[in-house]
Protein backbone atom coordinates (compact mmCIF):
# COMPACT_ATOMS: atom_id res chain seq x y z
CA UNK A 1 0.00 0.00 0.00
CA UNK A 2 1.22 3.55 -0.63
CA UNK A 3 2.15 5.63 2.45
CA UNK A 4 3.71 9.20 2.06
CA UNK A 5 5.69 10.87 4.78
CA UNK A 6 5.89 14.53 5.25
CA UNK A 7 8.56 16.04 7.62
CA UNK A 8 8.86 17.98 9.42
CA UNK A 9 4.74 18.05 10.49
CA UNK A 10 5.27 21.85 12.12
CA UNK A 11 8.17 24.16 11.42
CA UNK A 12 8.26 27.58 12.53
CA UNK A 13 11.12 29.98 10.97
CA UNK A 14 11.64 33.46 10.77
CA UNK A 15 10.93 35.77 8.13
CA UNK A 16 14.38 35.86 5.08
CA UNK A 17 15.31 32.17 6.33
CA UNK A 18 15.23 29.63 3.89
CA UNK A 19 14.16 25.93 4.63
CA UNK A 20 13.14 22.82 2.98
CA UNK A 21 10.13 20.58 3.24
CA UNK A 22 10.78 16.81 3.06
CA UNK A 23 8.08 14.44 0.90
CA UNK A 24 9.09 10.48 0.98
CA UNK A 25 6.51 8.06 -0.87
CA UNK A 26 6.87 4.08 -0.25
CA UNK A 27 5.85 2.59 -3.96
CA UNK A 28 6.80 4.16 -7.40
CA UNK A 29 5.19 6.65 -8.62
CA UNK A 30 5.84 9.60 -11.72
CA UNK A 31 3.31 12.07 -10.29
CA UNK A 32 3.45 14.37 -7.21
CA UNK A 33 1.36 17.11 -6.41
CA UNK A 34 2.36 19.81 -3.76
CA UNK A 35 -0.72 21.74 -2.34
CA UNK A 36 -1.17 24.32 0.00
CA UNK A 37 -4.22 24.82 2.49
CA UNK A 38 -5.02 28.29 4.34
CA UNK A 39 -7.17 27.46 7.84
CA UNK A 40 -10.41 26.79 7.14
CA UNK A 41 -10.04 27.06 3.30
CA UNK A 42 -9.93 24.00 0.65
CA UNK A 43 -6.69 23.00 -1.00
CA UNK A 44 -4.82 24.80 -3.61
CA UNK A 45 -2.53 23.36 -6.55
CA UNK A 46 1.02 24.83 -5.99
CA UNK A 47 3.11 22.06 -8.57
CA UNK A 48 2.76 19.03 -10.47
CA UNK A 49 5.53 17.11 -10.76
CA UNK A 50 5.67 14.65 -13.58
CA UNK A 51 9.23 13.00 -14.15
CA UNK A 52 12.54 12.26 -12.23
CA UNK A 53 14.37 15.57 -12.28
CA UNK A 54 11.68 17.45 -12.38
CA UNK A 55 11.99 21.08 -10.48
CA UNK A 56 9.53 23.69 -10.69
CA UNK A 57 9.58 27.42 -8.93
CA UNK A 58 7.34 29.51 -8.02
CA UNK A 59 8.20 32.84 -6.21
CA UNK A 60 9.76 31.97 -2.77
CA UNK A 61 9.18 28.23 -3.56
CA UNK A 62 10.43 25.69 -5.48
CA UNK A 63 9.72 21.87 -5.76
CA UNK A 64 12.21 19.36 -7.55
CA UNK A 65 11.13 15.36 -7.68
CA UNK A 66 13.48 12.24 -7.04
CA UNK A 67 11.59 9.12 -8.31
CA UNK A 68 14.71 7.27 -7.80
CA UNK A 69 14.81 8.10 -3.97
CA UNK A 70 10.53 8.23 -4.06
CA UNK A 71 11.62 11.56 -2.59
CA UNK A 72 10.33 15.06 -3.03
CA UNK A 73 11.46 18.68 -1.57
CA UNK A 74 9.37 21.88 -1.57
CA UNK A 75 12.51 24.87 -1.01
CA UNK A 76 11.37 27.84 0.44
CA UNK A 77 13.87 30.86 -0.18
CA UNK A 78 13.60 33.78 2.49
CA UNK A 79 10.38 33.44 3.59
CA UNK A 80 7.06 35.77 4.36
CA UNK A 81 4.60 35.65 6.74
CA UNK A 82 2.59 35.37 3.22
CA UNK A 83 3.82 31.72 2.87
CA UNK A 84 2.36 30.98 6.43
CA UNK A 85 -0.14 27.51 5.78
CA UNK A 86 -0.02 24.14 5.89
CA UNK A 87 1.64 22.40 2.63
CA UNK A 88 0.49 18.93 1.47
CA UNK A 89 2.57 16.86 -0.71
CA UNK A 90 0.25 14.04 -2.48
CA UNK A 91 1.18 10.83 -4.78
CA UNK A 92 -1.06 9.03 -7.41
CA UNK A 93 -2.18 5.50 -5.92
CA UNK A 94 -1.83 4.00 -9.73
CA UNK A 95 -3.37 5.13 -12.61
CA UNK A 96 -6.38 6.66 -11.53
CA UNK A 97 -7.09 9.94 -9.75
CA UNK A 98 -6.85 7.91 -5.94
CA UNK A 99 -4.62 11.07 -4.64
CA UNK A 100 -2.38 10.07 -1.31
CA UNK A 101 -1.80 12.87 0.84
CA UNK A 102 0.97 13.13 3.14
CA UNK A 103 0.80 14.24 7.18
CA UNK A 104 1.18 17.87 6.34
CA UNK A 105 3.78 20.70 7.16
CA UNK A 106 2.18 23.01 8.91
CA UNK A 107 4.50 26.20 8.39
CA UNK A 108 4.76 29.34 10.27
CA UNK A 109 6.61 32.39 9.25
CA UNK A 110 7.53 34.90 12.15
CA UNK A 111 8.25 38.15 11.90
CA UNK B 1 -13.64 29.91 -15.63
CA UNK B 2 -15.80 29.08 -12.38
CA UNK B 3 -14.26 26.51 -9.67
CA UNK B 4 -15.08 23.58 -8.16
CA UNK B 5 -18.39 24.42 -5.98
CA UNK B 6 -19.33 22.49 -3.34
CA UNK B 7 -23.14 22.94 -1.55
CA UNK B 8 -23.88 23.14 1.22
CA UNK B 9 -20.51 24.93 2.72
CA UNK B 10 -21.62 24.10 6.32
CA UNK B 11 -23.89 21.30 8.00
CA UNK B 12 -25.00 19.52 11.20
CA UNK B 13 -26.75 16.38 11.49
CA UNK B 14 -27.24 14.00 14.56
CA UNK B 15 -25.99 10.29 14.86
CA UNK B 16 -28.30 8.26 12.96
CA UNK B 17 -28.90 10.56 10.22
CA UNK B 18 -28.05 10.96 6.46
CA UNK B 19 -26.66 13.56 4.41
CA UNK B 20 -26.03 14.13 0.72
CA UNK B 21 -23.46 16.31 -0.59
CA UNK B 22 -22.91 18.15 -4.26
CA UNK B 23 -20.48 19.06 -5.96
CA UNK B 24 -20.39 20.95 -9.41
CA UNK B 25 -16.87 20.22 -11.40
CA UNK B 26 -15.25 22.94 -13.29
CA UNK B 27 -17.06 23.27 -16.86
CA UNK B 28 -15.43 20.60 -19.05
CA UNK B 29 -14.51 18.55 -16.37
CA UNK B 30 -15.66 14.76 -16.18
CA UNK B 31 -13.49 13.22 -13.45
CA UNK B 32 -15.02 14.30 -9.45
CA UNK B 33 -13.35 12.72 -6.51
CA UNK B 34 -14.12 13.14 -2.97
CA UNK B 35 -11.75 13.39 -0.14
CA UNK B 36 -12.59 13.41 3.66
CA UNK B 37 -10.58 15.49 6.26
CA UNK B 38 -9.85 14.68 9.75
CA UNK B 39 -7.48 15.85 12.36
CA UNK B 40 -6.95 12.75 13.47
CA UNK B 41 -6.86 10.87 10.27
CA UNK B 42 -5.63 13.62 7.18
CA UNK B 43 -6.90 13.84 3.95
CA UNK B 44 -8.55 10.13 2.89
CA UNK B 45 -9.20 9.24 -0.75
CA UNK B 46 -13.19 8.16 -0.99
CA UNK B 47 -14.26 7.67 -4.48
CA UNK B 48 -13.81 9.36 -7.99
CA UNK B 49 -16.03 8.98 -10.53
CA UNK B 50 -15.50 9.40 -14.12
CA UNK B 51 -18.52 9.68 -17.06
CA UNK B 52 -21.06 8.28 -14.54
CA UNK B 53 -19.17 5.38 -13.14
CA UNK B 54 -17.32 4.60 -10.12
CA UNK B 55 -13.47 4.05 -11.49
CA UNK B 56 -12.00 4.04 -7.64
CA UNK B 57 -12.88 3.29 -4.31
CA UNK B 58 -10.91 4.34 -0.64
CA UNK B 59 -11.46 2.29 2.43
CA UNK B 60 -14.82 3.76 3.62
CA UNK B 61 -17.74 1.78 4.61
CA UNK B 62 -20.44 1.34 2.67
CA UNK B 63 -22.55 4.07 4.74
CA UNK B 64 -20.07 6.20 2.32
CA UNK B 65 -21.46 6.24 -1.23
CA UNK B 66 -21.64 8.72 -4.49
CA UNK B 67 -22.87 9.13 -7.87
CA UNK B 68 -22.15 11.02 -10.92
CA UNK B 69 -24.65 12.42 -13.01
CA UNK B 70 -24.45 13.41 -16.65
CA UNK B 71 -23.64 16.77 -16.39
CA UNK B 72 -20.64 15.59 -14.77
CA UNK B 73 -22.13 16.91 -10.81
CA UNK B 74 -21.39 14.34 -8.33
CA UNK B 75 -23.43 13.83 -5.22
CA UNK B 76 -21.68 11.91 -1.65
CA UNK B 77 -24.48 10.21 0.33
CA UNK B 78 -23.72 9.39 3.97
CA UNK B 79 -26.35 6.68 6.02
CA UNK B 80 -26.78 6.41 9.27
CA UNK B 81 -23.97 8.66 10.38
CA UNK B 82 -21.59 8.33 13.39
CA UNK B 83 -19.70 10.98 15.06
CA UNK B 84 -16.57 9.81 13.77
CA UNK B 85 -18.22 11.04 10.79
CA UNK B 86 -17.08 14.72 11.39
CA UNK B 87 -15.37 16.12 8.42
CA UNK B 88 -14.54 18.37 5.89
CA UNK B 89 -15.00 16.98 2.46
CA UNK B 90 -13.65 17.92 -0.10
CA UNK B 91 -14.25 17.21 -3.97
CA UNK B 92 -11.91 17.65 -6.80
CA UNK B 93 -12.06 17.82 -10.16
CA UNK B 94 -10.27 17.13 -13.45
CA UNK B 95 -9.83 16.83 -16.94
CA UNK B 96 -9.11 13.64 -17.71
CA UNK B 97 -9.19 10.22 -16.11
CA UNK B 98 -6.56 9.28 -14.12
CA UNK B 99 -4.10 11.90 -12.53
CA UNK B 100 -2.97 13.69 -16.14
CA UNK B 101 -3.86 16.76 -14.78
CA UNK B 102 -4.00 18.73 -11.60
CA UNK B 103 -6.66 18.08 -9.46
CA UNK B 104 -8.90 21.13 -8.68
CA UNK B 105 -10.29 21.17 -5.40
CA UNK B 106 -13.81 22.74 -3.98
CA UNK B 107 -14.10 24.89 -0.37
CA UNK B 108 -15.59 22.20 0.93
CA UNK B 109 -18.73 21.22 3.17
CA UNK B 110 -18.16 21.07 7.19
CA UNK B 111 -20.15 18.35 8.22
CA UNK B 112 -20.02 18.22 11.82
CA UNK B 113 -22.31 15.59 13.37
CA UNK B 114 -23.74 15.24 17.01
Known amino acids: ELKVEQNPLFLSMQEGKNYTIYCNYS?????LYWYRQDPGKSLESLFV?????AVKQEGRLMASLDTKARLSTLHITAAVHDLSATYFC???????????FGTGTLLAVQP | KAGVTQTPRYLIKTRGQQVTLSCSPISGHRSVSWYQQTPGQGLQFLFEYFSETQRNKGNFPGRFSGRQFSNSRSEMNVSTLELGDSALYLC?????????????FGPGTRLLVL
Open chain 1, 90 to 100: AVEGGATNKLI
Open chain 2, 92 to 104: ASSLEQGTLGTQY
Open chain 1, 49 to 53: LLSNG
Open chain 1, 27 to 31: TTSDR
